[in-house]
């Protein structure tokens, strides 16, 4: 299957990914999509575009309602991985999507925040142009406040070592004053945008790690890995222990501070 990334605009990711660390550890962004799901409401005989779609556990639910799907990631590893499933998935950068008026639907859960700002409009246009007209956009992303004590903690840990870890993940956590403004300048109507705090329980790894440092080597290894392995393991241990009166209670279970912004829009 040819691939689809824009040779002539490399796409350099704040995140990289190992599938099998994510599916031991972040199968709960699948597990937890039951809302944004429910909006989506997949018909059967419908055409779908799952847009940042990863190891593809959630497109093959989507896919057992009948709906006719189609991924997409920018990860290699991931587009493998979900291709394993017997999905048929594309690989290319959400900004860079090549389908004109093609889908009756594009859904996406846990991937637009992970393209910095500036990549945004360009991604909602298009994803604007994927839809057939009339079609319906259905996502939930981090939000404004997201992870925002974990951030702040690897924001003081990084900065010892010259990284502003905000600026290096690359991620954008909108609010939906801000969102709305994004997708009503792409040609979408909003039909709902709201944040939805969601504290989420975290697990240990298979490795025996504490949960949230299994949390910080899956979903900020693009980060940590900028380091050298002595100054990484040190950040991780700095980071750890000051989050640990925040988001770990007295049992000692760890538990990250999720804040979603879930939507619905439709292409006028």
Request: some cysteine; overall charge negative.
């Amino acid at each position: 299957m040819p691939e689809l990334i824009a040779p002539s605009a490399p796409h350099t990711l704040g995140q990289t990914w190992n599938t099998a660390a994510y599916a031991a550890s972040g199968r709960f962004v699948a597990d937890l999509a039951t809302a944004v799901v429910s909006l989506l409401a997949p018909q059967a005989g419908e055409e779908i575009l799952d847009v940042g779609c990863g190891d593809g556990a959630l497109t093959e639910k989507l896919a057992a309602t009948g709906a006719i799907l189609t991924g997409v990631d920018a990860s290699p590893a991931m587009v493998k991985a979900a291709r394993a499933r017997g999905l048929h998935v594309d690989l290319c950068p959400a900004e860079f999507l090549p389908y004109s008026s093609q889908f009756d639907a594009v859904f996406s859960n846990a991937a637009l925040h992970w393209l910095a700002e500036e990549k945004q409009p360009a991604a909602l246009t298009a994803i604007h142009r994927a839809l057939r007209p009339g079609g319906r956009f259905v996502a939930e992303m981090g939000g404004q406040a997201n992870i925002a004590a974990i951030r702040v903690a690897l924001q003081t840990t990084l900065a010892r070592h010259g990284i502003d870890a905000e600026s290096a993940a690359a991620s954008f956590y909108p609010s939906p004053a801000t969102y709305s403004t994004l997708l009503e300048a792409t040609g979408f109507t909003v039909h709902s945008i709201e944040l939805v705090p969601r504290p989420t329980p975290l697990s240990a790894g298979p490795d025996g790690k504490d949960a949230m440092t299994t949390w910080l080597t899956t979903f900020r290894n693009g980060v940590l890995d900028r380091l050298a392995p002595a100054d990484r393991a040190q950040v991780l241990a700095d980071t750890v222990a000051l989050l640990e009166p925040v988001l770990r209670d007295h049992q000692g279970n760890w538990c990250a501070d999720y804040v979603r912004l879930r939507f619905q829009a439709t292409r006028a």
